[in-house]
């Protein structure tokens, strides 16, 4: 499939079709006479909004274990919206907020999963349900967050107190009462997070690296050790990233700090040891 634009992700079913999100909606692709083309497409989740910025809106999906998708809207410059399902539900803000939904596979019964986040680029579930992601940092509030994402939690990010991200009002790091900490700060730029062998592996555009981190227990929820598996020049810019079925991890590369598409791209393959492989996250912590 082409012509689209401001593409942000991609997720794979397990019948071949795909959902494709862009800045301003998300799509199911289908093939249906196994030609490797798809003649299939249809909206599942609609933005409507003035803002036009290729990367501050929807971005991040990934299929929770109950069935239904999460998807992550960014900041969007604090423009006012209305997110439409294709059933017809619809969540509108007057702007300021962000955060990540939920639907349906088929497009139903969108509502607000979570919220308080600046550009959250990626988002993962792990077998067990538990849901992560990455989040980018407002201009004078590094570091970037690996967030903990769970139904009704708030990570104190608002638009609309300033870029900065130093309004009283607002926090970065769980500061105010109703806020939740993050779980680690992450390396400038992170753009993919996925759950393999017993870690979150992450993309660090801007530091130009891929970090793993180890995941360990913290009260209901975790702190993580980060360990730098693969470190890069300037021109080495990871973006997305997928698990190989040999356990190997597939990444991008964008190589140049330029935004335009340039024509650099690479794509690279990590392998690693059957041990690494074979390793397991730490299992969730029931919850009184």
């Known amino acids: 499939a082409d012509g689209f634009r401001h593409a942000m992700n991609v997720l794979a079913r397990d019948d071949g079709a795909v959902y ?3 800045r301003h909606n998300v799509v199911l692709l289908r093939d249906s006479d196994g030609d490797g083309v798809a003649d299939k497409q249809e909206e599942l989740l609609r933005l409507e909004t003035k803002d036009d910025y290729p990367h501050n809106a929807l971005g991040g999906i990934a299929l929770n274990t109950d069935g239904t998708l999460i998807v992550s809207l960014g900041e969007n410059h604090g423009e006012a919206y209305k997110l439409i399902a294709a059933d017809g539900s619809r969540i ?4 300021g907020e962000d ?17 308080g986040v600046w550009n959250p680029f990626s988002v993962c579930v792990l077998n067990d349900g538990r849901i992560f992601a990455v989040d980018n940092d ?3 509030s590094p570091p970037c967050r690996l967030l903990h994402v769970v139904p009704g939690g708030d990570y104190g990010y608002l638009y609309q107190y300033g870029r900065a991200g130093t309004h009283p009002l607002q926090c970065w790091n769980g500061e105010l009462p109703g806020t939740l900490p993050y779980v680690c700060g992450v390396g ?3 753009t993919a997070i996925v759950p393999h062998a017993g870690g979150l592996w992450i993309t660090s555009w801007g530091d130009h690296r891929i970090e793993r981190y180890e995941l360990v227990p913290r009260g209901a929820s975790y702190t993580a050790k980060r360990e730098v598996i693969v470190q890069g020049d300037s021109h080495f810019r990871p973006t997305g990233m997928a698990v190989a079925p040999d356990g190997s991890l597939y990444f991008a590369d964008w190589v140049l700090k330029d935004y335009p598409v340039h ?6 393959r990590l392998r ?3 041990s690494v492989v074979q390793a397991t996250f730490p299992k969730a912590k029931p919850i009184d």
Not at 263 to 268: A, D, K
């Open 263 to 268: 024509g650099h791209g690479r794509i690279w």
């Open 272 to 274: 690693l040891p059957e």
């Open 138 to 140: 407002p201009d004078a």
């Open 99 to 115: 955060g990540f939904y939920s639907i349906t596979q088929d497009g139903k019964n969108l509502h607000r999963f979570a919220r």
């Open 92 to 95: 509108e803000s007057g702007g």
């Open 188 to 190: 400038e730029a992170p």
């Open 20 to 22: 494709l999100v862009t």
